[in-house]
């Protein structure tokens, strides 16, 4: 078998490592785009409506509505937000032709968030069901929501920076 050996000049070399950081540069950019503004605002609504919906499901008795109303609306609330997902998901690859990554984002925060908002949007509905205090609810409510901004934010500095 025989192999041909490219042998690149100093400059050639360079000029091709330029080209190489310019695409990993412009995938960066691509993966940091952030989502659209109607997802990121559906996304917000759904974590910081879960905690109150789960309280209402894991509440003693029927708080505020019956027990199954409240399952029912957690199952509507997740089957929309699912379905959402999908079409943001779909239409954002399509629009960036690379599939969203969270490696993108400083691992100082998005470590937290992998531990905190399940501790968040789960934990303090449990919370509400020992104590009975809907505080719990609002306070989660209120944190997720301004996780789900934070995180927005994030993607769309991000994304300029990188742009």
Do not use: C
Not at 1 to 29: C, K, N, Y
Not at 42 to 60: E, N, Q, S
Not at 87 to 109: C, E, F, Q, S
Not at 130 to 135: A, I, K, N
């Amino acid at each position: 078998m025989e192999t041909h050996e490219v042998r690149l000049t100093p400059e050639q070399a360079r000029s091709a490592l330029a080209d190489t950081e310019r695409v990993r540069a412009s995938a960066t950019a691509l993966s940091a785009t952030p989502w659209p503004n109607w997802f990121f605002i559906t996304l917000t609504l759904y974590v910081a409506a879960f905690p109150i919906v789960y309280g209402g499901v894991m509440a003693d008795s029927d708080w505020l509505l019956p027990r199954p109303a409240w399952t029912g609306v957690m199952v509507a609330i997740t089957a929309v937000f699912g379905t959402l997902f999908a079409v943001a998901a779909k239409a954002w690859r399509g629009r960036t032709g690379v599939a969203l990554r969270w490696d993108v984002l400083p691992k100082r925060a998005t470590v937290p968030l992998m531990g905190g908002l399940p501790l968040l949007l789960v934990g303090m509905p449990i919370a509400f069901r020992v104590t009975g205090r809907p505080v719990w609810l609002i306070a989660a409510s209120l944190t997720g929501a301004a996780v789900s901004v934070g995180f927005h934010l994030a993607f769309v500095r991000l994304h300029r920076r990188a742009v």
